[in-house]
């Protein structure tokens, strides 16, 4: 059963970078997708960024250009770099796996720009 940790959250000027982590724990299927999702209060969860196990990667049009997606499958980690944050980035960020078995959600960890 795959488990994800998210980590790497915090408070932030507007124009600052931060770089969220997923650690995964569990089996993780050759075959995969692990995504980025965002949450803020009174939002529903959207999509931020994904990567399929071979690193085709898709970002939303609101952080192309800003956030990176990567993983390293040997450690079983996925990474979101977010760099020139602004104050509508300001959410909880939620790592997800899609693989082999039911798809997993993290906890989340929250991000906060400040203007």
């Known amino acids: 059963q795959v488990q994800l940790v998210e980590s790497g959250g915090g408070l932030v000027q507007a124009g600052g970078s931060l770089r969220l982590s997923c650690a995964a724990s569990?089996?993780?299927?050759?075959?995969?997708?692990m995504a980025w999702y965002r949450q803020a209060p009174g939002n529903q969860r959207e999509l931020v960024a994904r990567i399929t196990s071979s690193s085709t990667t898709y970002y939303a049009d609101s952080v192309k250009g800003r956030f990176t997606i990567s993983r390293d499958n040997a450690k079983k980690m996925v990474y979101l770099q977010m760099n020139s944050l602004k104050p509508e980035d300001t959410s909880v960020y939620y790592c997800?796996?899609?693989?082999?078995?039911?798809?997993?959600w993290g906890r989340g960890t929250q991000v906060t720009v400040s203007s």
């Open positions: 997800y796996y899609n693989g082999l078995g039911p798809a997993r």
């Open positions: 569990g089996t993780i299927s050759s075959i995969s997708t």
